[in-house]
């Protein structure tokens, strides 16, 4: 089992700036993929950004170029940057894991964190 935590959500203006974290325990190992996910209300839930064994990451259009994806393995966490906010970007925030080193981007993540809000305001 792996436990996902997820915090640094927030309420900011467009054009600001979050730094979401994500903390993971239980049978979690460097190698698997981890991402982040979000669902806005009455939209479905959309993978934002990807991160492999090797630091590759992979984002979704609407946020390249202002997310950044990272994670500390020492420290078993995930981060996600995310400058320029825009309006667009409201939405609850998961963090997940995939238990496999492949797939990062299209494939199915079977934990979930609870998420964290976020809330842009123009």
């Known amino acids: 089992q792996v436990h996902l935590v997820e915090s640094g959500g927030g309420s900011v203006q467009a054009g600001g700036s979050l730094r979401l974290s994500c903390a993971a325990s239980?049978?979690?190992?460097?190698?698997?993929?981890m991402g982040w996910f979000r669902q806005a209300p009455g939209k479905e839930r959309e993978r934002v950004a990807t991160?492999?064994?090797?630091?590759?990451?992979g984002y979704a259009d609407s946020v390249k170029g202002r997310f950044t994806i990272s994670k500390d393995n020492a420290k078993n966490s995930l981060y996600l940057q995310m400058n320029s906010l825009k309006p667009e970007d409201t939405a609850m925030y998961y963090c997940?894991?995939?238990?496999?080193?492949?797939?990062?981007?299209?494939?199915?993540?079977?934990?979930w964190g609870q998420g964290t809000q976020v809330t842009v305001s123009s």
């Open positions: 997940a894991t995939r238990s496999s080193a492949v797939g990062c981007w299209g494939s199915p993540y079977n934990y």
């Open positions: 991160i492999n064994s090797g630091g590759y990451a």
């Open positions: 239980g049978h979690t190992y460097s190698w698997y993929c």
